[in-house]
């Protein structure tokens, strides 16, 4: 099956069950239903995943569906046992549904070899996970070339990209340093410059600020709100409701079925980012930092 080096520009209305939106563009008050049409990055349509055990089959996703727009900023919730994990491996190419579909752009990967889903996974999906995971040995600038290593796309026009990203994510000055010379916050940061550098669908981030202090997370989130104000699709796991009133929709899953899927106020969001703020600056005056 080819797959295009880069995302279709079929769009689609947003009009489908699975948005909160209807048929109007969120992003544009006076959108009329003929002018919202925007890319999918990814849709989940009916998505089933079934796995036996102990001669039981358990059901971790009944059906599951809903669109995530190009530029969208979606916090996927839910209680242990929710499905959220299956969703994670589904969205991220790891794990093939039961039955329905998920599309990432045009390409339904679940009509997918193995082969074809790690072609998908080093070169349409960002990561960023809850432990980084940096290679020691490497520094700053490699780490961020590491998804362009397994492609074999390795030179000066490369390094500079790399040395980019890490600019735009405050790592200027730090090109050459090691991940043990890095602190949690900053090497979040190198994560997030490395799941750009292929120019991805979307990045999917798995708990990032579960083992960041306050002040870092409040940090972390910000770029991120950054990163989408730039047009950057993030879909963003996590179990803490301050995490996700930072994004634009909340979907929230509960017994393998989706439980709800909302928009997120502006006012809401503008509210949390407050609270965070607050919080960050209560423990530098604590610590005695400015």
């Not at 020691?136 to 490369?158: C, M, S």
């Not at 900053?186 to 960041?212: H, K």
Request: one cysteine or more; aromatic letters at 6%; a negative charge.
């Amino acid at each position: 099956m080819p797959m295009p080096d880069t995302p279709s520009s079929e769009s689609r209305t947003i009009n489908s069950p699975g948005s909160p939106y209807g048929s109007v563009d969120p992003y544009k008050p006076n959108a009329s239903a003929d002018t919202a049409v925007r890319s999918m990055a990814t849709r989940i349509d009916s998505l089933v995943k079934e796995y036996v055990l102990k001669s039981e089959t358990v059901r971790a996703l009944q059906g599951v569906s809903f669109d995530v727009p190009e530029g969208d900023y979606v916090a996927i919730m839910g209680p242990s046992g929710s499905g959220k994990s299956t969703l994670l491996n589904m969205l991220g190419c790891l794990d093939q549904p039961t039955s329905g579909n998920l599309f990432l752009g045009d390409d339904n990967i679940s009509l997918m070899t193995d082969d074809q889903l790690a072609e998908i996974r080093s070169r349409r999906i960002g990561f960023v996970f809850q432990s980084y995971n940096l290679i020691q040995q490497l520094t700053v600038v490699e780490n961020i070339q590491v998804p362009l290593y397994y492609q074999g796309k390795l030179g000066p026009k490369q390094r500079a990209r790399a040395v980019e990203l890490a600019e735009q994510v405050g790592l200027g000055d730090r090109l050459d340093h090691r991940p043990n010379q890095l602190s949690g916050g900053q090497q979040q940061r190198v994560a997030i410059a490395r799941s750009l550098v292929n120019d991805p669908y979307f990045i999917l981030a798995d708990e990032p600020t579960g083992n960041l202090d306050s002040v870092t997370t409040d940090e972390i989130l910000a770029l991120f709100d950054q990163l989408n104000e730039e047009g950057r699709t993030i879909i963003l796991v996590t179990h803490e409701d301050d995490v996700a009133e930072r994004a634009r929709r909340i979907v929230r899953l509960k017994d393998g079925l989706l439980y709800s899927d909302e928009p997120v106020e502006e006012s809401r969001r503008d509210a949390a980012r407050l609270a965070q703020r607050e919080s960050a600056l209560a423990v530098k005056a604590k610590q005695g930092v400015s």
